[in-house]
């Protein structure tokens, strides 16, 4: 057991140094390094929502050369500053996101505004021909849900993906199975933090 052990905490470290590395390039990679993908690979996308997880999104984004942002949306003038200047590019800007989904040069929306916005805005851009990244939840309230899924059967050729934090990440899922196989020994209880260097509060206009 003890071997079984030690096998499965380097395993956990090994995963744990790779994953450190994604992100590292991540936030520093230049993937023009690899090639531009041809024009018509490239997906047009617009970001509904460019306040603080918009422009986390963004930053990121702007490093990849398979996607180009051409529209950004925010109520709130500030934020749709603080969004052309995380992107680095030019992209059209609106206050109203319907007018974004008019567009028929825009392939994708993300969408990261306030969780009651959520549905609906998915649904809208759903119905406007687009692909949808949604921020978790998925919708505020429980009816919302069922027309979510009536819409996204609607359009089986469209993509939604809802963006569950850290769902996907490889820490989480190397330390799952470190707990599956008994590496920690038996769980009887789990207590966890989380911890950012920043405020919650916006900056009042």
Not at 46 to 65: D, E, P, W, Y
Not at 156 to 176: D, I, T
Not at 185 to 198: D, E, M, T, Y
Request: one cysteine or more.
């Amino acid at each position: 057991m003890d071997g079984e052990q030690d096998v499965t905490r380097r395993d956990f470290l090994k995963a744990a140094s790779a994953a450190t590395g994604v992100l590292a390039l991540s936030h520093i990679g230049n993937t023009s390094m690899l090639g531009s993908p041809p024009p018509g690979d490239v997906v047009r996308y617009g970001v509904i929502g460019t306040g603080t997880q918009g422009c986390n999104l963004l930053r990121f984004l702007s490093t990849m050369a398979e996607g180009r942002c051409i529209a950004t949306c925010d109520i709130y003038p500030p934020n749709l500053k603080k969004g052309i200047e995380t992107i680095g590019s030019n992209p059209q800007t609106y206050q109203d996101y319907r007018q974004l989904l008019d567009r028929k040069d825009l392939d994708a929306v993300l969408i990261c505004t306030p969780l009651n916005l959520h549905a609906p805005m998915v649904i809208a851009a759903l119905d406007a021909g687009k692909h949808v990244f949604v921020e978790q939840c998925m919708f505020l309230k429980e009816p919302e849900g069922e027309q979510l899924r009536k819409t996204a059967e609607a359009h089986p050729k469209q993509v939604l993906q809802v963006g569950l934090q850290r769902r996907s990440s490889a820490l989480y899922k190397v330390a799952m199975q470190m707990v599956r196989k008994g590496a920690v020994g038996r769980v009887l209880f789990v207590r966890a933090q989380w911890h950012l260097n920043s405020v919650w509060r916006p900056a009042a206009c």
